[in-house]
């Protein structure tokens, strides 16, 4: 597999991990928001003995809704980064085509139509790299923005188990919750890390081009 090739296969295999791992993160974010339901359930439940644990349920549902929204976004994104990444790499592949026709000397008879031919795909080609730098730098952007909605979490976590230890009779059930949303957060943060990671290897990439 030449250079080139096998760029252009990183940036697919890049685009399609990116897209399933914000799948799983909005997977994650649902399930903290169903465990947020449960918490207040069991809180309303406790009483005043749980009273100091209601504003954190509402934080972290408000932290779950903000990551799902976020996704969602990204996601619909993330499939335009997908189809510039599909057309990135015809655009390349079909300069490569006609590059080597001429290099061997073939269809000789041809070579002005063919050279006005990878003239435009080597405008396109630009014009199409261009954008998936922008597209690349959004992306980055919009998981960062997860990124910083994930950062009270651990000290919401530190916080409730603290208020899940007052609850008497309901304080295992409530530290089960406060452990399921620290470990959550972790996991999407661990994967936003993976996206961001494929992104500014992808951007790397592109910018060599420009080189």
């Given at each position: 597999m030449t250079r080139s090739l096998k760029k252009e296969e990183n940036i697919l295999i890049a685009a399609a991990t990116i897209s399933s791992?914000?799948?799983?993160?909005?997977?994650i974010a649902r399930e903290m928001s169903l465990g947020v339901m449960n918490a207040k359930a069991i809180s309303h439940r406790a009483g005043d003995t749980a009273r100091g644990f209601r504003p954190i349920t509402d934080f972290?549902?408000?932290m779950a809704h903000e990551i799902i929204s976020l996704v969602n976004r990204i996601s619909k994104e993330s499939i335009?980064?997908?189809?510039?990444a599909v057309r990135h790499r015809h655009f390349s592949?079909?300069?490569?085509?006609?590059?080597?026709?001429?290099?061997q000397g073939e269809a000789v008879q041809y070579i002005g139509s063919?050279?006005?031919?990878?003239n435009k795909l080597s405008s396109e080609t630009e014009q199409c790299r261009k954008n998936f730098v922008l597209m690349t730098r959004k992306l980055s952007s919009l998981l960062e923005d997860i990124q910083r909605s994930t950062r009270g979490a651990q000290i919401i976590s530190a916080t409730s188990r603290?208020?899940?230890?007052?609850?008497?009779?309901?304080?295992?059930?409530?530290?089960?919750?406060a452990n399921q949303v620290d470990d959550s957060t972790d996991n999407i943060r661990t994967r936003l890390?993976?996206?961001?990671?494929?992104?500014?290897?992808?951007?790397?990439l592109l910018c060599r081009e420009e080189g």
């Open positions: 791992e914000l799948r799983e993160v909005r997977k972290i549902d408000e335009e980064f997908s189809y510039l592949q079909t300069f490569r085509h006609y590059q080597r026709i001429i290099e063919l050279t006005k031919v990878m603290v208020e899940a230890s007052r609850a008497a009779g309901f304080s295992q059930s409530l530290e089960v919750i890390q993976i996206s961001h990671d494929h992104l500014v290897g992808v951007l790397n």
